[in-house]
């Protein structure tokens, strides 16, 4: 069955962890590099505080993007925001802090960027974690054109948005494309397969294609190799280098 959005609304660029490598990695000042690199749209990573509280940002522990240390599920929201999220990119980023999901929603839609929100659990917290982030997607973007497209590595996780947020498109996220990747669409009612572009190849990509699903490649910084993607079919490529990696690479 096709399960196609008629409509793609993402763009064909999208910063990889809100400004890729312009900026500290999944922080407000992060989209302000996007925009300022001309690119239309960002992926980032959301993950729960302590106490419930979604965070944006990548690894389970502090220590390689803050000046905190232990692990994000492990801290309260009260503390993860007094963290630095902008010195250890470089220190004229010193004073960045690490975002809430609703701070970066907000900042979002100020600077009109279209996102790709990847559902991040710390271990044992996919149920958790998929529905905290569905419900303030839903609100979030209630009244938005452009809603945002949730992805996850875990099936939990989003299956557990699913059914908290129904009406937002999921994608299913993986690193190579597995044997039952179009069933595991199916099940999580997907419209895209996100995969890493470095095991893609081009009859992988038309096959994916032409089962009606869309497409998402993580993470290309080579325009000449998200040229390459994009003529196999390739919707949407993140990258680290929204400055270099243009809709119409190289
Ligand atoms: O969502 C695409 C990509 O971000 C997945 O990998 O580890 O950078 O979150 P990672
Ligand atoms: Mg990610």
Not at 17 to 28: D, I, K, V, Y
Not at 114 to 119: D, L, R, S, T, V
Not at 202 to 225: F, H, S
Request: glycine fraction near 8%.
């Amino acid at each position: 069955m096709t399960r196609t959005l008629a409509d793609w609304p993402y763009p064909k660029v999208m910063a990889h962890r809100c400004g890729g490598a312009l900026g500290p990695e999944n922080t407000l000042v992060g989209l302000d590099m996007c925009v300022m690199a001309g690119c239309g749209g960002v992926e980032f990573d959301v993950m729960l505080s302590a106490d419930g509280m979604p965070f944006v940002i990548h690894d389970e522990t502090l220590e390689r993007t803050t000046n905190g240390s232990g692990r994000v599920c492990d801290m309260n929201a009260a503390s993860l925001m007094q963290l630095d999220a902008g010195a250890k990119h470089h220190r004229a980023f010193a004073g960045e802090p690490l975002p809430r999901f609703s701070e970066v929603i907000a900042r979002c839609h100020v600077l009109n960027l279209a996102a790709n929100i990847e559902i991040k659990p710390a271990e044992g917290f996919d149920v958790d974690t998929g529905e905290a982030t569905a419900r303030f997607a839903a609100i979030g973007w209630r009244d938005a054109k452009v809603p945002p497209l949730l992805s996850s590595f875990s099936e939990i996780a989003l299956n557990a948005a699913a059914q908290v947020a129904p009406q937002l498109p999921r994608g299913v996220l993986v690193d190579r494309v597995p044997v039952d990747w179009e069933a595991r669409c199916e099940r999580l009612g997907a419209v895209s397969l996100h995969t890493n572009g470095r095991y893609l190849d081009g009859a992988t990509a038309r096959a994916i294609k032409a089962a009606g699903y869309r497409l998402a490649v993580y993470t290309e910084n080579d325009p000449e190799q998200a040229h390459r993607m994009f003529a196999w079919g390739v919707d949407t490529i993140f990258t680290d280098r929204p400055d270099r990696v243009r809709a119409d690479s190289p």
